[in-house]
């Protein structure tokens, strides 16, 4: 029986009566050390328990266990598209492209590449820098919206990672915000499963599914994959302080990729039977669709509040952060959030404008570059955000290091 903020010692005596557990944890999120008992209040009855010794009808402990980032990679396709390219095949420019979204570059996969070699390149990097071993690993989290296989990838890129002890890999479905989730993800099987080390990629390949004679939408993504290796530690180390997540499935139809209509006609028979089954075509997804005037409206209202609802949480105001991460869809989005929060641009991380919309990788990419580059250092906190599809969105405060 877990919580966000820790777990319960697994040495629990056998009892035959059951446990009613009542577990109140008030608002979302992770907070820090000191705030954790303010927050959790944990109870619970016992069936029976007059027939059970005062030593044994003991609940089990609350033992708190932190999390902290302690490696990163990135691997990209080698083919680069610029706006000039684009220009070639649709009716724009790179002025016009460039003043409205910051995007001047973008990479993009070709026979050689596939978002699994992406995945695995970017995850060994990762834990090369967090001196980790494959084999080390408690979970793969494959953080992505474009799969390889209808069943997900996660479990083919620890087969090319090489983890010979069979560790969990499962993927995870938010497009945009994935990476984020990802994050809260291992941070609650690391403090509720017993984990010590999960690996959480970010990787799309939207190139896929683009429509690239449709200037709306083909100027703006890009292909990548982005990795961290997140640590068990003491609670004292924690690097997660907080997060906010969200949903609205209202939204969804401003941006999608709907299977499309086959156009099999499923009309009934006269004897009941349905006509035309088994369908003769196979199912396929929809181009990427998107009204950019509701995705960006919906970007500036919610992420603010998503991470101004975190940084509460963790106890921080925004002029204390190091450095506030967004996904990478539109530096009009980035400046926008970053002026709401008061945050100025010298605190922004930003690698749009080669890139283009990454996706899930969109900010474990930009993240390596900044700790590669030396201007993220340890200890630096950072407050980071993902939105898109779902619609979804949600941030995360959290220190690097």
């Known amino acids: 029986m877990a919580n966000s903020s820790g777990l319960f010692s697994p040495s629990v005596p056998s009892l035959r009566g059951r446990i009613k557990p009542s577990i109140g944890v008030i608002g979302s999120g992770i907070w820090s050390p000191q705030r954790i008992s303010k927050r959790v209040v944990c109870s619970g009855t016992i069936e029976g328990s007059e027939k059970i010794s005062s ?9 708190s266990k932190g999390c902290k980032l302690v490696g990163c990679g990135s691997a990209l396709p080698s083919l680069q598209i610029s706006n000039d390219d684009l220009a070639k095949i649709v009716d724009t420019s790179d002025e016009w492209i460039s003043v409205r979204t910051g995007i001047r570059n973008r990479r993009v996969i070709t026979g050689k590449d596939s978002l699994i070699s992406l995945s695995a390149e970017a995850a060994s990097k990762a834990l090369q820098m967090a001196g980790v071993d494959p084999d080390d690993l408690d979970l793969v989290l494959m953080c992505t919206s474009t799969p390889e296989d209808l069943f997900g990838s996660a479990p083919q890129v620890q087969k090319a990672l090489g983890c010979k002890s069979n560790p969990l890999a499962y993927d995870i479905t938010a497009a945009c915000s994935g990476f984020v989730l990802g994050l809260v993800s291992a941070a609650c099987h690391i403090r509720g499963g017993g984990f010590k080390n999960v690996l959480v990629i970010g990787a799309d390949t939207l190139s896929r599914y683009v429509d690239w004679t449709d200037r709306g939408t083909c100027i703006l993504f890009g292909d990548a994959a982005g990795a961290v290796v997140v640590q068990a530690c003491d609670i004292e180390d924690d690097g997660l302080f907080s997060f906010d997540v969200n949903s609205d499935g209202e939204g969804g139809r401003h941006l999608n990729a709907s299977i499309k209509d086959n156009e099999v006609d499923h009309a009934v028979g006269t004897n009941g039977s349905v006509l035309d089954f088994p369908p003769k075509r196979r199912v396929n997804f929809s181009c990427v669709h998107m009204n950019g005037k509701e995705v960006f409206r919906f970007a500036v209202k ?88 779902g619609l979804t969105w949600g941030s995360a405060i959290i220190r690097w290091g």
């Not at 709401?340 to 404008?353: C, D, M, T, Y």
């Open 302 to 389: 919610c992420v603010p509040q998503s991470i101004e609802s975190a940084l509460e949480k963790a106890g921080l105001s925004g002029s204390s952060i190091d450095w506030l991460l967004l996904h990478q869809a539109n530096q009009r989005i980035i400046d926008s959030v970053a002026s709401r929060l008061e945050i100025p641009p010298e605190r922004i991380i930003s690698n749009l404008a080669n890139y283009g919309n990454t996706s899930a990788a969109s900010i474990p990419l930009a993240l390596d570059e900044a700790v590669r580059s030396g201007k993220v250092k340890s200890g630096h906190t950072i407050a980071t955000a993902g939105f898109g599809a």
């Open 55 to 63: 030593s044994q009808s003991r609940l089990p402990r609350l033992v």
